[in-house]
């Protein structure tokens, strides 16, 4: 039997957002069987908490955010935690309890190696409780302008195919990366790649309001082909960044290749519609909520607590 995971105790990072620049401190705890990962926004009033799932996902710029609309109306978001649910997916964590003052996860090292080691430091507990798998059974695809992703069936774990265009030269060629997702593969592999972006977007990026927190060491920052201030942790990195899909797939068997991938949303709104008989739709890392709850998108009338 493959059990169920949380953490044994109660452990928690500190840092500033990578986009929104603000501080902020994440505390994980142990979540109970069949919960899944559940963010909860202490520094708001009654402590809203967000699913992840992908009904949970709404569109923001440059970054990975999910919304939970309120009682009253009032949106609730949590922006940029790609890192921490890769993490969590890397060490087999299913249930987690995630406690943030701010809307944005800390950037950290713009890594998920910080996260992966905290909560390996907190211990990691079985409960007892099979876990839940969900396989690819159907090709499932779709291709968004030059982004594509490909999911076939795969009865060995999760396999992830990503190719990653040479960005007009900067990378020197374009970059492939291969891996059968295991703990030990990604904790040595995936978890100390950086964020990476090129110079000529960081103008762009800070005109938008983004990037606040980002620096020349926390962002693997391209001006033409020369790395700005930084050194890369292992080679290819720009392309290792990539397999932080793992987040989107909630213990799913499959042989997964993908190119500039598509918007997330998308891809699992594609992919329930496309082919009924694929499950890998339904929770957004570990979560087991029904696949009927409610879509959550944030409408340009809505009020927004950030």
């Not at 943030?100 to 409780?129: H, M, N, R, T, Y």
């Not at 030990?184 to 800070?206: H, S, Y």
């Not at 983004?210 to 060491?217: E, V």
Request: net charge neutral; charged share 20%.
């Amino acid at each position: 039997m493959s059990a169920q995971r949380t953490i044994a105790h109660v452990a928690s990072v500190s840092g500033v957002g990578l986009h929104s620049g603000e501080r902020c401190t994440v505390t994980f705890k142990p979540a109970p069987a069949d919960s899944g990962i559940t963010f909860v926004r202490v520094d708001l009033p009654n402590q809203p908490a967000i699913p992840s799932h992908p009904d949970r996902l709404c569109q923001r710029q440059r970054r990975t955010a999910m919304v939970l609309t309120t009682v009253d109306g009032l949106d609730v978001e949590i922006h940029t935690p790609e890192h921490l649910l890769a993490a969590c997916q890397g060490l087999g964590l299913d249930n987690l309890t995630v406690e943030l003052d701010a809307v944005e996860l800390p950037g950290l090292d713009g890594s998920a190696k910080d996260f992966v080691d905290c909560l390996s430091g907190a211990g990691i507990a079985d409960q007892g409780v099979p876990r839940r798998f969900f396989d690819v059974t159907d090709a499932v695809s779709i291709t968004d302008g030059k982004s594509s992703i490909v999911a076939l069936p795969y009865a060995n774990g999760l396999k992830i195919t990503y190719t990653l265009d040479d960005h007009g030269g900067a990378l020197k060629g374009a970059q492939v990366v291969e891996i059968e997702l295991t703990g030990d593969v990604f904790t040595k592999q995936i978890a100390p790649a950086r964020t990476f972006c090129m110079a000529k977007e960081v103008e762009m990026l800070r005109a938008l309001g983004l990037g606040k927190g980002a620096t020349y060491q926390n962002t693997c920052v391209y001006d033409g082909d020369r790395l700005i201030d930084n050194e890369l942790r292992s080679t290819p990195t720009s392309s290792r960044c990539a397999p932080a899909i793992a987040k989107t797939c909630c213990w799913c068997r499959s042989s997964i290749a993908a190119s500039k991938p598509p918007n997330a949303r998308k891809w699992f709104s594609t992919s329930r519609r496309s082919s009924p008989s694929c499950r890998i739709g339904i929770p957004f890392c570990w979560s087991t909520g029904s696949p009927n709850t409610p879509r959550a998108n944030a409408s340009s009338g809505s009020r927004i607590a950030r």
